[in-house]
């Protein structure tokens, strides 16, 4: 139907198809869900959720369990597509490659899997460890970082199995990388998360000190270091912008940080007053910041925008968030 809009002196004027997109395009931007529409319900009921993570092209929902696999769901006519049995334990976590044609899966029982969804078949690799979490290239499919359990961050490529320990600032670790000759063997044993920017171009690592290292993905070579608080609160996550100018942080101490990636100052502090309960995941949606809690009874989603500002928050069932993610074309926020 079209549009036509009157002024007062009578005089009309009707929209164009495209002027009526970019309208309804901006309307999308804007706008934020205001209560449960649907439910996707697994008719055996038995398969208890750890992660979740949408196609590039938002028509397939890939849903990790606590038995190892992977639960593909045809977001638009909410049914169950394929079932991807790989894995003995828990999926921590799931990525898809730019091209939505491979999914990265990894899990407690040390394997890391890269499924050709077009085959349905897959390659693996093992590690020395569980791995938390791993992040495939947006562009080139065999390459992917992953963060094995009390590890050095890896770079792992499929095409010849090779792994890469990523490089640290050893005097931010608290080293000295002249004189310590044996620090690389004796520095603190803990986590760190890393995660490859929107281009692939960079690598981002965070440790348990709150330190985040920046390393170019060819050389391998660190560009920049820095931390986020004099504290050293753990990093559990990074979350970039669509136009990849911004940086979301999510750590231990309940604070969602944004940086700009031009000279990473911190331009907004996310946080709710008086409620020290940690963030499951936060990410960027257009104009807004998502957050979900990660406690069992706490089902909140809050929504800011960008300057920081709080606009709503969202509750359900007494039931921890354990993913999110927002359908472009549906308006849509889907949680686990």
Known sequence: KRMSYSSSDESSYEMSLDEEEALQAEVDKNFIPECIVDKLDDPTDRYKLTCMKLSFDQTILAVGTHDGRVILWNYHNRSISHILVAHTRPVTSLSWSGDGNFLLTSSVDWQLN???????????????????????????????????????????????KSKTSLPMDLKRWGGNQNNDTNFESNRPVANSIANFNNDGDFIYTGNYRGIITVINTETLIIEYTFSISASGPSIKSFAFSPDGKELLVNSTDSCLRIYDIEDYTNTSLLMINDDPLPWRTAFFYENYIV??????????????????????????PNEGVVGLEWHDGLTELART
């Open 291 to 316: 957050g979900g809690r990660s406690e069992k009874p706490e089902h909140k989603i809050y929504i800011w925008d960008k300057q920081g500002n709080f606009k709503k928050m969202l509750t359900g």
């Open 114 to 160: 890269r499924w050709d969804i077009r085959k349905m078949e897959y390659d693996s690799m093992s590690f020395d460890s569980m791995i938390i979490h791993a992040d495939i290239h947006p562009y080139d499919q065999n390459k992917c970082v992953v963060s094995p359990w009390m590890e050095q961050p890896l770079l792992v490529n499929f095409a010849d």
